[in-house]
């Protein structure tokens, strides 16, 4: 749901851009009355994104039958409803020359709408308004910024540190690929269009906080309106699953005593499909069983030496078995529960097994229970991130000025190097909330907070999403209009230890 909301918001962000930029284009508009035919007029297409909704979108043409906000972008784009217009007399031909912007006049500082200091880099020094490109200009700089940095835009333009990009897009930064050379797939997934993009070759706010790569080229319906609306992008290529083609794999033959049962007992592969206990003996040996389930995608290929037939999961005794998260105090990562028990050692295996197939757990042994050693070790990922070895800690789990100054959701376990240097350098801190220590400290007093009503659209999602806190029961993606409207979740969080009140509110 919220990544819809995204998407509708590059929309509205595009469009609030597209006509800051245009304004002075439209008032050199000369006041000559029209008198081309309509045999006469290239009205061109309806492929403007505001096609067929009763209003002319191409600002070549004027009066009161044009849309009140007009952008060189629909030129030619708005066919149908201009030539209706047109022909009704509620609007005027200008001609192609009243759309352009002149280059003879440089922009001023009153030409430019430069927005407010909304954005949580405002008034840093730097221009963080991607719109604005120089040596007065921020180094990373995001979409969700555009007009959001008015002071400091400013100043730098009036400098000269800055000029303003003519050709800015949104969806130029957003999407670096053409979407028609992205092969999306299929919706084979069983997580297809549920408004969350699930295939792992994607990351970024639209995507599935859990991706198997089971899901490859198999969500593409999300994916694509995900990718279109900027709020995914293609992983690094290196970063990219990379799966095995079910005739490059040597299933064997069906010579275990448990082949031919409905799992795949060969621990050469991981995955719901599997069964709970794994031997090596069965490597290859229950041929018909893991192809099958290799087929129906509850299996994967770990390959020789990769999978967890070392592991013995137990079984599914746990009064939170089979519900999406490795409850067993065994594993580390993040697709383990904010909480786990002593008591559920060796209880939740279909959940244990399918995350560490998914690479969000890692088996740490009975030393990681909380028996022995209440905290499991923090766990800082890998170096996927694009920032990653780059001197910085871009992990937003990390606080202190060894961070880098905009820290995002995506890179979350994304810095591992350069965040473990760093914190070891005493350059960063791992957050309050994300630290082990902390969650095994739950539950927490919540007496003296006000959490507010239950009033968001995302309320009992189980998910925090009052932009008050933060932590990983918190959303990524939080609006303003839930500041006090989701007390359950935020107050189940909070007792949890998995969310705590951000300094700052």
Do not use: H
Not at 120 to 138: H, I, S
Not at 461 to 469: G, K, N, S, T, V
């Amino acid at each position: 749901m919220k990544a819809m909301q995204t998407m509708l918001g590059s929309v509205a962000l595009s469009l609030v851009l597209a006509t800051s930029l245009v304004t002075p284009a439209l008032a050199q508009k000369t006041d000559k009355t029209s008198t081309a035919a309509t045999a006469d007029i290239d009205f061109g297409d309806d492929s403007s994104q505001w096609a067929n909704d009763g209003e002319c979108d191409d600002p070549r043409f004027t009066g009161e039958g044009s849309a009140s906000e007009l952008v060189d972008d629909d030129i030619l784009k708005d066919a149908t409803d201009c030539q209706a217009a047109f022909e009704a007399g509620t609007v005027t031909f200008e001609g192609e020359a009243a759309t352009a912007t002149t280059d003879a006049a440089p922009r001023t500082v009153d030409d430019i709408a430069f927005g407010d200091d909304s954005s949580d880099w405002a008034n840093d020094g730097e221009c963080d308004d991607p719109r604005f490109k120089g040596e007065g200009a921020a180094t990373e700089q995001l979409t969700e910024d555009v007009m959001k940095d008015a002071t400091d835009c400013k100043a730098a333009f009036e400098a000269g540190t800055v000029t303003l990009d003519e050709g800015f897009s949104v969806a130029d930064i957003a999407i670096a690929t053409p979407v028609d050379a992205i092969d999306f797939g299929d919706d084979s997934s069983e997580w297809a269009k549920d408004e969350e993009c699930d295939d792992p070759r994607f990351v970024g706010a639209g995507a599935a906080a859990e991706q198997l790569d089971a899901d490859i080229l198999k969500d593409a319906t999300d994916c694509r309106a995900a990718y279109e609306a900027g709020t995914v992008t293609l992983a690094d290529e290196g970063d990219i699953p990379v799966t095995v083609s079910v005739d490059d794999i040597d299933f064997g033959d069906d010579t275990s005593e448990w082949a031919n049962d409905g799992e795949c007992d060969d621990p050469r592969f991981a995955g719901a499909g599997s069964a709970t206990e794994l031997l090596d003996a069965d490597i290859g040996k229950d041929a018909t069983d893991c192809q099958a389930a290799l087929n129906a995608g509850t299996v994967s290929y770990v390959g020789e030496g990769g999978g967890s037939a070392d592991i013995d999961y137990g079984d599914d005794s746990s009064e939170w078995a089979n519900d999406g998260e490795c409850d067993d105090p065994r594993f580390t990562g993040t697709g383990v529960a904010a909480e786990v028990l002593d008591q559920d050692i060796g209880k939740d295996a279909t959940d244990c097994q399918a995350a560490v197939a998914a690479g969000t757990a890692t088996y740490v042994g009975d030393s990681g229970a909380a028996a022995t050693t209440p905290v499991a070790e923090f766990d800082y990922g890998s170096d996927w991130s694009e920032w990653a070895n780059d001197g910085e800690c871009d992990d937003l789990r990390f606080t202190g000025p060894g961070t880098d100054k905009k820290l995002l959701s995506d890179d979350m376990y994304g810095d591992a190097t350069d965040c473990r240097e760093l914190e070891a350098a005493g350059e960063v801190s791992i957050r309050t909330v994300w630290s082990p220590e902390y969650a095994a400290g739950a539950p927490y007093d919540s007496s003296d907070i006000d959490f507010g009503k239950n009033n968001s659209d995302y309320a009992d999602d189980d998910q925090c999403d009052d932009p008050r806190f933060e932590g990983p029961g918190v959303a990524f993606t939080l609006l303003d209009s839930d500041l006090l409207n989701d007390a359950a979740d935020c107050k189940t969080a909070y007792e949890a230890g998995t969310a705590v009140l951000r300094e700052d509110a």
